[in-house]
């Protein structure tokens, strides 16, 4: 399962979960790419690890622009000389705002959310595919949702858009494998972070645990071996499937 050395894109990786899969890739000896819209941010995470001795980089990047995409490849490949996996975490999930019966989301809020979460994995994918396939190796990791397998009500947009990330997965998977890249994606569960509790009243939380087979909040930190494996040269013969992570509540 080890990543030292190797080249890692994290979309997203500026804060929350993205935040924290950053911090443990880059002590587990990754060299990482932070790549969010958030400069503020992300500049300020890749600062503090680099304070700390990893070699970290922050780049801007818009998933939903093609030519930003691409823009981060280029950078990744001037300064690091390759790229090994691409981690797909960039969503929108806080940005919600409220949970919204399906006939009550706005037009725009519901193409926002499609574009972000499933055309940037594409994007994304698509811009990073043509190194790796250079090199014929690489690891692709998108993050998906439980919420996909358990039909959590008043999330159609956000469970439709995890929904296509997974099929988009195994579509994508078909295609590559030949080329010498995996691409496989990680399912969480409810995480108890900020962006979860600005979402769900407190009281949701306990509700879940008691529900898993692991009877407990689920942290960002429970996603952080899953996403380690499948960059790694251990996951080479895995490919197009989705790890559900959420302490046992849903079985797939």
């Given at each position: 399962?080890?990543?030292d050395?190797s080249?890692?894109?994290?979309?997203?990786?500026?804060?929350?979960i993205?935040a924290?899969?950053?911090r443990?890739?880059a002590?587990?000896?990754?060299?990482?790419?932070?790549a969010d819209?958030?400069?503020?941010?992300?500049a300020a995470?890749?600062d503090?690890?680099?304070?700390?001795?990893?070699?970290?980089m922050?780049q801007?990047?818009?998933?939903?622009?093609?030519?930003?995409?691409?823009d981060l490849a280029?950078?990744?490949v001037?300064?690091f000389g390759?790229i090994?996996?691409?981690?797909?975490?960039a969503a929108?999930?806080?940005?919600?705002?409220?949970k919204?019966h399906f006939?009550e989301?706005p037009?725009a809020?519901?193409?926002?959310?499609m574009?972000?979460?499933?055309k940037g994995?594409?994007?994304?994918?698509t811009?990073?595919?043509?190194v790796?396939?250079?090199r014929?190796?690489?690891?692709?990791?998108?993050?998906?949702?439980?919420?996909?397998?358990a039909g959590?009500p008043f999330?159609a947009?956000y469970?439709?858009?995890?929904?296509a990330v997974?099929?988009?997965?195994?579509?994508?998977?078909?295609e590559?494998?030949?080329?010498?890249?995996?691409?496989n994606a990680?399912?969480?569960?409810l995480?108890?972070n900020e962006?979860?509790v600005?979402?769900?009243?407190?009281s949701?939380?306990?509700?879940?645990a008691?529900?898993?087979?692991?009877p407990r909040?689920?942290?960002?930190?429970?996603?952080a071996g899953?996403?380690r494996?499948?960059?790694s040269?251990?996951?080479g013969f895995?490919?197009?499937?989705?790890?559900?992570v959420?302490?046992?509540?849903?079985?797939s």
């Amino acid at each position: 399962m080890s990543v030292d050395g190797s080249v890692v894109i994290v979309t997203g990786g500026a804060r929350g979960i993205g935040a924290s899969l950053t911090r443990h890739l880059a002590h587990n000896g990754a060299r990482v790419v932070i790549a969010d819209v958030l400069t503020g941010e992300g500049a300020a995470l890749a600062d503090e690890l680099r304070s700390s001795g990893h070699d970290v980089m922050f780049q801007f990047t818009d998933v939903v622009d093609p030519v930003s995409t691409k823009d981060l490849a280029g950078a990744v490949v001037d300064h690091f000389g390759t790229i090994d996996a691409l981690v797909n975490n960039a969503a929108i999930y806080e940005g919600l705002g409220e949970k919204k019966h399906f006939s009550e989301i706005p037009v725009a809020e519901w193409d926002r959310v499609m574009a972000v979460n499933t055309k940037g994995v594409w994007l994304a994918t698509t811009a990073v595919f043509p190194v790796m396939k250079q090199r014929n190796f690489g690891r692709v990791v998108n993050i998906a949702s439980a919420t996909v397998h358990a039909g959590v009500p008043f999330f159609a947009h956000y469970t439709a858009s995890k929904g296509a990330v997974i099929a988009l997965t195994r579509s994508i998977a078909r295609e590559v494998g030949c080329d010498g890249v995996t691409v496989n994606a990680i399912a969480p569960g409810l995480v108890d972070n900020e962006a979860s509790v600005a979402l769900n009243d407190d009281s949701y939380f306990p509700i879940v645990a008691r529900q898993r087979a692991v009877p407990r909040n689920m942290v960002p930190a429970d996603l952080a071996g899953s996403v380690r494996f499948f960059c790694s040269a251990a996951s080479g013969f895995i490919t197009g499937q989705t790890l559900v992570v959420d302490g046992g509540l849903v079985f797939s």
